[in-house]
């Protein structure tokens, strides 16, 4: 079967740094995505990674490797309104999307 | 970019109402259309998938006769909920893909989401 292992829940502090994992076992692998959802909002596209290593995008930065089934969405200087859940998505062979449950970070001040 | 119109955004009506939510694609030609569902505090849930011109492919443990789903043109997919029971009260959300693996690295394109309320 397809699966998608993100925790549940983490909490930060604003300012510092956080690291969210995914863990993926999926039907072929097209790509990793990334997306943040505001609670009673749709998903906003993050970061795509398709090849190992990093990807930095300002203060988000995702990585990813193959071999391992793995990827970590990296959050920097974190900002109250980066209270959100996040996504990790792997794209199949078939070219679907499979979801992981989201983690729901929570910004303390 | 590519955007993705959903609409209406929020509807409350009572139960026993059949409702119909609009996705359309604005500026590309979605070959495919996925409609997911999200009660509170949960993930996004997968109900359909719907390749224009065909007919769509549910999820297991999604009603077919009660989510009817209609992707008659490129550029635009509707749900109908059925008969709707408070039961049914969620988040729905569509989005699409266009030709070809993916578009500027992204897969799919969401739409803003149609919050729905049966009384």
């Known amino acids: 079967g397809q699966n998608i292992d993100q925790p549940t829940e983490m909490t930060a502090t604003e300012g510092a740094i956080v690291q969210i994992n995914c863990t993926y076992q999926?039907?072929?692998?097209?790509?990793l995505f990334w997306y943040q959802q505001h609670a009673g909002e749709a998903p906003t596209f993050l970061s795509y990674?398709?090849l190992d290593g990093l990807e930095e995008k300002g203060r988000f930065s995702s990585f990813l490797s193959r071999s391992k089934g793995y990827s970590y969405l990296l959050l920097k200087e974190l900002q109250m309104k980066d209270s959100a859940s996040y996504l990790c998505a792997v794209l199949d062979s078939n070219y679907q999307l499979i979801w992981g449950a989201g983690t729901k970070l929570i910004i303390k001040p | 970019g590519a955007v993705v119109s959903q609409h209406p955004s929020w509807v409350i009506c009572k139960s026993g109402t059949s409702v119909k939510i609009e996705c359309r694609s604005l500026?590309?030609?979605?070959?495919?259309m996925f409609w997911y569902r999200q009660f509170p505090k949960q993930s996004l849930m997968l109900m359909a998938t719907s390749n224009e011109g065909s007919k769509a492919t549910y999820e297991q443990g999604v009603e077919k006769d009660k989510f009817l789903i209609n992707h008659a043109s490129l550029t635009l997919s509707t749900l109908t909920v059925t008969s709707a029971h408070p039961e049914d009260s969620s988040f729905y959300i569509c989005s699409a893909r266009g030709q070809g693996p993916s578009q500027e690295g992204q897969p799919q394109h969401f739409g803003d989401g149609t919050r729905l309320s049966i009384l």
């Open positions: 500026d590309f030609q979605a070959t495919t």
């Open positions: 990674n398709v």
């Open positions: 999926t039907s072929g692998f097209n790509g």
